[in-house]
T-cell receptor, first 115, second 113 residues
């Protein structure tokens, strides 16, 4: 199937670290992505990881990939109230780099940051 | 400059009507998409176009007809609107090659009454 699963909700205090988890389905996915959606807005690409990597760090964001378990996580260090949003992971299905390539989005995790 | 724009932002209409949503991107991308986000925030691809050619059609009812007059525009026309069509519709674009980064528009909230 094409189900990409995420936990629905995560609440953290400002300054703490947040970890958002995702389980994807296709072991042949070449890229895996994290998108952020703020209220009333479209999706914004936060970061991505190529499937031959285990970890990628980008400022406050750390992506961990466990291909064996098909598990992806996003860690946000020093979480701020401005990080409150819905976070979607996404995997790619289809021909690598081709026009038929498509994104399958996870169910989304609502991150609430308490001041 | 807005990269991916959609009009209108809000659309309220009655069942049975026909409506269109427009999308334009100024990124020079070859590939454009329509996504539907339901009330539970679940996001699913509907269509993709590459250089004005339909590439992906995800078993969407044929009441939905995308049209791409040129590669910078992808419009979505919906006939005989139903209550279940109420959702937020997002347009996106990508270069379609290599790293698969999609840029999303702000969304159109469609409410069918």
């Amino acid at each position: 199937g094409e189900d990409v699963e995420q936990s629905l909700f995560l609440s953290v205090r400002e300054g703490d670290s947040s970890v958002i988890n995702c389980t994807y389905t296709d072991s042949s996915s070449t890229y895996l992505y994290w998108y952020k959606q703020e209220p009333g807005a479209g999706l914004q690409l936060l970061t991505y990881i190529f499937s031959n990597m285990d970890m990628k760090q980008d400022q406050r964001l750390t992506v961990l990939l466990n291909k064996k378990d098909k598990h992806l996580s996003l860690r946000i260090a020093d979480t701020q109230t401005g990080d409150s949003a819905i976070y979607f992971c996404a995997e790619t299905l289809g021909d690598y780099g081709g026009a038929t390539n498509k994104l399958i989005f996870g169910t989304g995790t609502l991150l609430a940051v308490q001041p | 400059d807005t990269a991916v724009s959609q009009t209108p932002k809000y659309l309220v209409t009655q069942m049975g009507n026909d409506k269109s949503i427009k999308c334009e991107q100024n990124l020079g991308h070859d590939t454009m998409y329509w996504y539907k986000q339901d009330s539970k925030k679940f996001l699913k691809i509907m269509f993709s176009y590459n250089n004005k050619e339909l590439i992906i059609n995800e078993t969407v009812p044929n009441r939905f007809s995308p049209k791409s007059p040129d590669k910078a525009h992808l419009n979505l026309h919906i006939n005989s609107l139903e209550l279940g069509d109420s959702a937020v519709y997002f347009c996106a674009s990508s270069s379609g090659t290599g790293r698969y980064e999609q840029y999303f528009g702000p969304g159109t909230r469609l409410t069918v009454t």
